[in-house]
């Protein structure tokens, strides 16, 4: 089977591909996202936020804290920063955490 010049062996349908990791060894997130399960985003750039890597800025949702954050690599400490509005639209997170969620909002 010509594979146009690719080396590497071919994986049987099916099978997971490697998780992608950055040059020192950790993981890499983007193309994965952690959302509430009924996300809607508030702007398509935010959304796009939501798969990105930690190298550049990435908005994940922490079901723990119930709140958006933006992550930190664990290279670089881990934990995140919590926001209440989007960057890019102003759109009040908070509010849009509270909307559909029958559990008080305790905060973050």
């Known amino acids: 089977m010509d594979r146009g ?13 490697p998780a992608p ?3 020192d060894g950790t993981p890499c997130p ?5 959302v ?12 796009d936020h939501t798969w990105a890597c930690w190298a550049d800025v990435r908005y994940e949702w922490s079901s723990r804290a119930r709140a958006w954050r933006i992550p ?8 995140g920063i919590v926001i209440d509005f989007c960057p890019h639209c102003g759109a009040n997170l ?6 559909g969620d029958p559990r008080p909002n305790r905060g973050a």
Request: charged share 25%.
């Open 72 to 79: 930190l690599a664990s290279s670089a400490g881990g934990g």
């Open 36 to 47: 509430p399960s009924r996300y809607t985003p508030c702007c398509e750039r935010f959304d």
């Open 5 to 17: 010049g690719l080396s590497a062996p071919m994986r049987p349908i099916g099978t997971p591909s």
């Open 21 to 23: 990791a950055h040059l």
């Open 30 to 34: 983007e193309g994965t996202r952690q």
């Open 94 to 99: 908070k509010a849009r955490r509270q909307r």
